[in-house]
């Protein structure tokens, strides 16, 4: 039986574990890997105290700091979180294993959205990839193609051209979301060809990828680009299976918080991405993972020992 299962080992997760374990509460930390959405962040320079660094790296020293004051981290995904018979709650894993804890904080963050064309499922893995930080050395010397016009995408399009023969950033928008920083950097790319007001609409090739199909928006007309590889860049939605049944959800699918990381069922929080929070930034998910930590230890005590409001 463990105090505090935290769902996500992301900013949020890694977070509120470091405040649940400082407070000596048995904390078990279960996610599908360590850093979540910063594993696809290849450059992060706004993290205050902190000098630019890969997202990997910055998540990293989250976790160092998790396990120092005792949280344990199992890599793994659950499906669902149930109430307990008497009290409490289970959470089951993919593999059926089950996890007793009397409290539970949410903090999975987004998945990736999909282009869902022809050939995406068939190379998923093997060409198709949300991770260019992950994958895109692998593609060193070779022509790739990157998907969307946000930060993801335009930090995506920095790293790749820098070891790419060349790198096609398509985009269904005639105008970038990513901040300004970033795009004025991407001008300096000599080996970046820019094909906007357009989509994907095929992925081709035989054991990898040999090409996408994309289609004009406006005139509809077609055209075959030679890539080894597609990264996905088009944004995360939340994926709230596992407590569908449990919590109260938002219109988007996100789960329902108030300003103190509560969910409507007591001894359930949450925190980051995966929540109603207005603005998706790391810093703010560490922040709302340190809340959630706080506002857990306190349901804990009974309401002692934490002070909420001054005075």
Known sequence: MYDVLVIGAGAAGLTAAIYTARKKLKTLVVGVDVGGQMNLTSHIENYPGTPAMTGPALMKLFQEQAVQFGAELVIGKIAKVEKGANWGFVSTMTNGEKIESKTVILAFGLVPNMLEVPGEDQFFGKGVSTCVTCDGPLYKG??????GGGNSAVEGLLEVANYCTKVYSIHRRDKYTADPVTLERLQKAQNVEFVKNTVVVEIKGDLGIKSIVVEDLA???KREIPVQAVFVQIGHKADTSLVKSLVQLSPKNEV????????????VFAAGDCTTIAFKQTVISAGEGAKAGLECARFLSGGKGITIDWS
């Not at 070779?142 to 998907?147: E, L, P, S, T």
Request: proline residues 0%.
């Open 219 to 221: 005139t509809k007309q």
């Open 142 to 147: 070779r022509a790739v193609a990157i998907v």
């Open 256 to 267: 329902a918080i108030d300003d103190r990381c509560r969910t409507n069922i007591e001894g």
